[in-house]
């Protein structure tokens, strides 16, 4: 074959993972080639994955690339619509509430943020429609999200001007000599990630009255056309709210002033206030249950992954300890079916997270014996083999409180032998309520997710490529069996912590930076990186040595105490 200097071709080639080819301008925007598909508009395409970068519709094509289409029932698509429909509330707001400060604080379990507003009283019903109605005409007008670069000092100056002192507070720690802010009308702000091209996009939310606020709804992942019903959250909301107390008793509202506190050598106190709240709440826990210890026999610990459940039970048990209880462990995960009784789910792969992976028959019947003060022969679950082998003979005494910690704690179905006052239900999540800005909140999830990438390279040897790949299919288990009973507990225990996300970040880092280019996980670990880059480092030797977050990064006094061994 020849090979000849030729000039450049007009037309750029777009092929699609299935097969189909399109050809257009060079030049010629992602949305402009998506719209030639026959289906595009039964499709909520909101961004694309061009030659393993994720993109905006706005990005344009300048050479032949290979395209995949990112919707929102993808999680990137998701975090995009969500972005962009939080944009467009905040510019509503401001143009009928100008003097007014707006919160958007947390997630909530339904698909939405919980919003606030201060230096006024709760909009009412009135006001929450008229805001909803602003934001339907920007829709209907079809805004364009304008996309700029400008120079830090342009931005900080802006904010500055707004009275936005939590934006500029975060800009002095940014080492990059500018900033991406979009633009919708008169409104302009920084968001972190992208947006879809215009106000059009966003046909599905609403706003919903809820407690001191309201609800900013928008879909769900698995029904993105559609918005689910709003149920009550009183106990998780009022763990938000306790959080966010907690968070302005230590003087830290948001990244820019934990940056401070480490700037200023501060965050020592910071460390040692947020340890403290962490064991005064435990503390409070484990009072709850002394003052009714002749009803209690079970506490039942339940919560999604990363969340620092294994800690959180010692220390538990600690505090039982020191104020006259004497909890004793059963493992949850000893009750496990056979192998080949396991369920699967609708890929084929076992189904490890379903309630029915656990012989709940056998978990209620041992448990009633033990209660009786009978001697059991409890179960023992061989994973290599995976089978149920006859494990430790264990007998009660009469004040013995049995401790049960599993993923299916608050799922009724667990021990539905049992009447409600002989357990006591915990859940136990990292509720993050320390966010960038008012408007640009951090995923409860992404802490997550960054703690358990931390734990599996050093304890496991896991590549960050290798819990990315998986977390989709934990998070899959967590929204079937977790977060749907999260209500049923008595308690919530948020194990979020003001600081770790610095404490994290040198640890996290490295881990990250080794996921390949060009590999599906390689735009989460990214986007990751981003996050991290807004939090100054934190020296972990300041952490103390019996810390929650110790589970993750190592070092923990609690790793080997054993109850059974203080016998």
């Known amino acids: 074959m020849e090979i000849r200097e ?23 925007t992602l949305e402009t080639f998506f719209k ?13 994955i061009v030659n393993s970068e994720l993109r905006e519709l706005t990005y344009p094509i300048n050479m032949d690339a290979r ?6 029932a993808s999680a990137d698509g998701a975090r995009i619509y969500r972005r962009s429909v939080t ?18 604080d947390h997630s909530v379990s339904s698909g939405g943020y919980y919003c606030e507003v201060t230096n006024r009283p709760p909009l009412s019903a009135d006001e929450l429609s008229i805001l909803e109605t602003r934001m339907r005409e920007l829709v209907k007008l079809d805004m364009p999200f304008e996309r700029q670069q400008v120079t830090l000092e342009y931005a900080m100056e802006y904010f500055q001007k707004k009275g936005q002192t939590d934006k500029t507070r975060l800009l002095k720690y940014r080492t990059k000599p500018y900033l991406i802010l979009y633009k919708l009308g008169e409104h302009q702000d ?30 769900r992942r698995h029904r993105p056309n559609e918005l689910p019903p709003l149920p009550e959250s009183p106990t998780l909301v009022r763990s938000f709210r306790q959080y966010g107390e907690w968070l302005d008793r230590m003087g830290i509202p948001n990244v820019g002033a934990l940056n401070d506190a480490i700037r200023d050598n501060k965050i020592h106190e ?13 503390s409070d826990i484990a009072s709850q249950i002394i003052a009714h210890q002749d009803k209690i026999r079970i506490i039942l610990i339940a919560g999604p992954s990363s969340s620092g459940k294994t800690t959180f039970s010692k220390r538990l048990s600690i505090q039982l300890l020191a104020q006259g209880a004497d909890p004793y462990p059963v493992e949850l995960d000893n009750f496990f079916v056979n192998r080949e009784e396991t369920p699967r789910d609708e890929f084929g792969e076992y189904d490890f997270e379903s309630i029915e992976a656990v012989n709940t028959d056998l978990l209620n019947s041992c448990l009633r014996e033990l209660i009786a003060g009978n001697e059991v022969r409890l179960p023992r679950y061989n994973f290599p083999k995976g089978v149920s082998e006859p494990g430790d003979s264990v007998k009660l005494s009469n004040n013995q409180i049995i401790l049960l910690e599993g993923i299916h704690g608050l799922n009724p179905r667990l021990l539905e032998d049992f009447p409600g006052e002989q ?15 008012r408007y640009n909140r951090i995923s409860t999830t992404d802490t997550r997710l960054i703690r358990r990438i931390v734990r599996d390279s050093r304890e496991r040897g896991y590549t960050a490529t290798q819990t990315i790949k998986r977390w989709e299919s934990v998070r899959r288990g967590e929204r079937k069996y977790v977060f749907p009973y999260q209500e049923n507990s008595n308690e919530i225990f948020n194990s979020a912590m003001a600081y770790e996300l610095s404490a994290l970040r040198p640890l996290a880092e490295p881990v990250l930076r080794q996921v390949p280019y060009g590999s599906p996980e390689y ?21 103390p040595d019996n810390s929650l977050l110790r589970e993750f990064i190592g070092g923990s006094i609690l790793k080997d105490f054993k109850l059974w061994k203080m016998r």
């Not at 007009?10 to 257009?24: A, F, K, M, Q």
């Not at 920084?190 to 879909?219: A, C, I, N, Q």
């Open 6 to 28: 030729t000039s450049l071709s007009p037309d750029v080639e777009v092929l699609l993972p299935d097969g189909r080819v399109y050809t257009g301008p060079r030049g010629s």
């Open 190 to 219: 920084y968001h972190h990630g992208y947006m879809v091209p215009s106000t059009r996009y966003l046909r599905w939310f609403d706003l919903k009255p809820l407690g001191e606020g309201f609800v900013l709804r928008f879909p």
């Open 523 to 543: 735009i989460e670990s990214k986007r990751l990186l981003s996050l991290l880059e807004w939090f100054l480092p934190l020296d972990i030797d300041l952490i």
């Open 87 to 104: 944009f467009l509330l905040e510019s509503a707001f401001e143009d009928i509430f100008p003097n007014v400060m707006l919160t958007v």
């Open 423 to 437: 357990t006591h239900k915990l859940y136990v999540s990292c509720l993050t309520q320390l966010n960038l800005d």
């Open 36 to 48: 030639a598909m026959p289906d595009w508009h039964k499709l909520a395409i909101v961004g694309g």
């Open 67 to 72: 395209v995949q289409p990112v919707d929102i």
């Open 270 to 282: 910071v460390v040692l206030i947020s340890e403290a709240l962490h064991e005064q709440k435990i």
